[in-house]
């Protein structure tokens, strides 16, 4: 699997020294993250049917799970890359070194720790990851709030992947270790941050534009 | 005025094949520009005084100059921009492209036509401007959609300044030719588009939850 450069990723010119090669395969990285992020929105599902009297509404409820999914998504993965510089030389590699290093495939900026990867990071552990939970508490309670902030959180996510593929194309594009980890990792993992932020984003806009829409009927 | 490289640009490295010398001085580009932007400004502000019956508020007429300067400030410049690749060689160069010329001295990835610049303009002559002129129009007519439109339009001028910073120091952070251009051009004609939005954006989030609390009043 290794290049001359003691790695698989590409472009092969990429220096990492003392790069440790991976030991779980795909499947023993893929399975726990889906299994983990699977049993979290069961619970934010179940829980969020027993609450607050006969509990949410079904679209509510499915946007909670969401929301708790990625926020602590965002939080994890992106503290875990924030807090390990060195991943890919680490002697016994955690389950996240692996992971990244798995991702990395797909694009290198990763393990080469590219600026753009960092600033971008910055803000989703900053910003993103702490609104999207706070978002399950707000739509949980119904505050006055919880649409707009699914609609800040939902246009940042957007702004985020533009930044993410547009930095990957104005830096070469040539990050990923083949056609397969392009499509699979760099496009297919991020897809879902493009689809199901541009959904939200339009119910939000739709219910904010109808309170106001009420909110005018009851002025009359 | 010109380098070694017969521009008055930072990094002197910089190509600029058959660079025209600037014509018009600072102070013949900036007062057209001032000029202007004060005159569409007061047409609004009378204009929004007079319609709908004693006129809207005062501060949905200020908001209506913001955005009619904003959104025409977006489409000229950035239209100017794209449509003139080679502003800076041009051999009867108009406004625009002398004003192009004097603000590269604050960011010279203007005249090297950089990725990242262009794939800012394209955002906002596509989104940011038409939308900005549609705030107009949505104040004005008491549009519902009116405040989460202002909203959006506000995060994302938020959003293209972070990428603007951002990518100019990922790049190198060297396009001033001097402090003065650095403090006046780069960080000065910019930041407008940080205060302005981020007063507008929580204006916005608070009328919005207010909405939704009157909705909530209205169903007890």
Same mark, same amino acid.
Request: glycine share 10%; with cysteine.
């Given at each position: ?37 699977? +049993?979290? *929105?069961? =619970?934010?599902? /179940?829980?969020? !049917? ?9 679209? #509510?409820? &499915? ?12 939080? +994890?993965? *992106?503290? =875990?890359?924030? /807090?390990?510089? !060195? ?9 996240? #070194?692996? &992971? ?19 600033? /971008? ?100």
């Amino acid at each position: 699997m290794a290049g001359g450069h003691g790695h698989p990723y590409s472009p092969a010119e990429l220096e990492l020294p003392g790069f440790v090669p991976q030991r779980l395969s795909p499947g023993e990285i893929l399975a726990p993250f889906l299994g983990a992020s699977l +049993l979290v *929105a069961l =619970a934010v599902w /179940l829980i969020s !049917g027993r609450c607050g009297g006969g509990g949410s509404p079904r679209t #509510d409820r &499915l946007l909670m799970c969401w929301w708790a999914f990625t926020g602590l998504t965002h939080i +994890l993965l *992106a503290g =875990a890359f924030l /807090l390990a510089p !060195g991943f890919f030389s680490r002697e016994s590699p955690n389950y996240f #070194d692996e &992971l990244f290093k798995e991702f990395s495939k797909g694009d290198s900026r990763y393990a080469a720790r590219d600026t753009a990867i960092l600033a /971008l990071e910055v803000v989703t552990i900053g910003f993103k990851g702490p609104a999207s939970l706070l978002a399950v508490y707000a739509i949980a309670s119904r505050k006055s709030y919880s649409h707009i902030l699914q609609f800040a959180v939902s246009l940042s996510q957007l702004y985020g992947c533009l930044f993410y593929f547009v930095t990957a194309y104005l830096a070469g594009f040539n990050f990923w270790a083949s056609p397969f980890y392009f499509w699979a990792y760099f496009v297919g993992a991020n897809i879902s941050w493009v689809v199901v932020p541009t959904l939200v984003a339009a119910r939000s806009w739709k219910k904010i534009s109808a309170a106001f829409r009420a909110e005018k009927v009851k002025i009359r």
